[in-house]
């Protein structure tokens, strides 16, 4: 059975530092990339950034510089660290594989068409 399951949400200031993480499990992990969506009400999923299997990644612009995602294969982990966070960083955050085997994302990461298996989602508050 795949499983995604997301930790680490929590609430933070302006200005903090967050770190989540995913752990997976049913599949060949380091056959795939990877990546973190995140959501707020009315608005639709979006990808926040992306890790290929050798661990090389890419970033949405809005948290360029601020966030940082890496992958462990050999334990089956993800994690985002969200530095200087803002309050508009405030979204349930989740962890996806997509459907297909790619080692390495193509172009900038994969759209949320793409995701095959999606976390239960991890929820993070910035507060001013």
């Known amino acids: 059975q795949i499983r995604l399951m997301e930790s680490g949400g929590g609430s933070v200031q302006s200005g903090g530092s967050l770190t989540l993480s995913c752990a997976a499990s049913?599949?060949?992990?380091?056959?795939?990339?990877m990546g973190w969506f995140r959501q707020t009400p009315g608005k639709w999923r979006e990808g926040v950034a992306f890790?290929?299997?050798?661990?090389?990644?890419t970033y949405a612009d809005s948290v360029k510089g601020r966030f940082t995602i890496s992958r462990d294969n050999d334990n089956r982990t993800m994690s985002l660290r969200l530095n200087n966070v803002k309050p508009e960083d405030t979204a349930i955050y989740y962890c996806?594989?997509?459907?297909?085997?790619?080692?390495?994302?193509?172009?900038?990461?994969?759209?949320?068409?793409?995701?095959?298996?999606w976390g239960q989602g991890a929820q993070v508050t910035v507060s001013s």
């Open positions: 890790v290929n299997a050798d661990g090389t990644s």
């Open positions: 996806a594989r997509p459907t297909s085997s790619l080692r390495r994302c193509r172009g900038s990461g994969f759209p949320v068409s793409d995701v095959g298996f």
């Open positions: 049913g599949f060949a992990y380091n056959d795939y990339c």
